[in-house]
């Protein structure tokens, strides 16, 4: 069985805060992902990575940073923390040239005080 | 801009009917389209992925998929209150970014 986890599951933080959103998957997957989720706005992904080091903006890159230094791990940077950053952070991870299908971490629900 | 469509719902169903979930999608080269499902709090669990035109059966779900009509729909027969959940449809990038698609999601309400 596929297994992504997050570092942790509820986190809160203060505005102006560096905040670091850690993914492991236990896999060998080449491709992880970062994605936030709100309300009425769906699932949108933040940033992506295909390979170690390599990385790819997605769709709301703004205010996040990432880096993948091994494998296995895909971490997610807040490096100023604001309010609308309060949100449940999803990571997901996928085999390259295979099926497509994401398999997603617990989630981490931030909230920025 | 590619896109994904769904009702949001709620869509409410009695205890052992069949609900039925549908999905559009804006761009023509998608190959691959996937359901998940997500309940209250909790992350996306992968249910069904569906690659040809057609009906794919697992279990009590049905995938559907006319790729000229752009559409893919979920069935679920024998609804049981713990299929309650929000089903979220997905759909591949054309090309090889393995990026997924998301709707927003319909909210599936089984009434016991």
């Known amino acids: 069985d596929v297994k992504v986890t997050q570092s942790s599951r509820y986190l809160v933080k203060r505005t102006g805060e560096k905040v670091f959103l850690e993914c492991v998957q236990d896999?060998?997957?080449?491709?992880m992902f970062w994605y936030r989720q709100d309300p009425g706005l769906g699932l949108r992904l933040i940033y992506f990575s295909y390979d170690v080091k390599m990385k790819e903006k997605g769709d709301i890159p703004e205010g996040y940073s990432v880096s993948r230094e091994k494998k296995e791990r895909f971490s997610l940077i807040l490096e100023s923390a604001s309010t609308n950053q309060t949100s449940m952070y999803l990571c997901?991870?996928?085999?390259?040239?295979?099926?497509?299908?994401?398999?997603f971490g617990p989630g981490t629900r931030l909230t920025v005080t | 801009q590619k896109e994904v469509e769904q009702n949001s719902g709620p869509l409410s169903v009695p205890e052992g009917a069949i609900a039925s979930l549908n999905c559009t999608y804006s761009d023509r080269g998608s190959q691959s389209f996937f359901w998940y499902r997500q309940y209250s709090g909790k992350s996306p669990e992968l249910i069904m992925s569906?690659?040809?035109?057609g009906d794919k059966e697992d279990g009590r779900f049905t995938a559907q998929l006319n790729k000229a009509s752009q559409y893919v729909s979920l069935l679920i027969r024998d609804s049981q209150p713990s299929d309650s959940a929000t089903y979220l449809c997905?759909?591949?990038?054309?090309?090889?970014?393995?990026?997924?698609?998301f709707g927003t999601g319909t909210l599936l309400a089984v009434q016991p």
């Open positions: 997901a991870s996928i085999l390259s040239g295979g099926t497509y299908e994401q398999y």
């Open positions: 997905a759909v591949a990038y054309g090309g090889a970014t393995n990026k997924l698609i």
């Open positions: 569906i690659y040809s035109n």
């Open positions: 896999m060998d997957h080449e491709n």
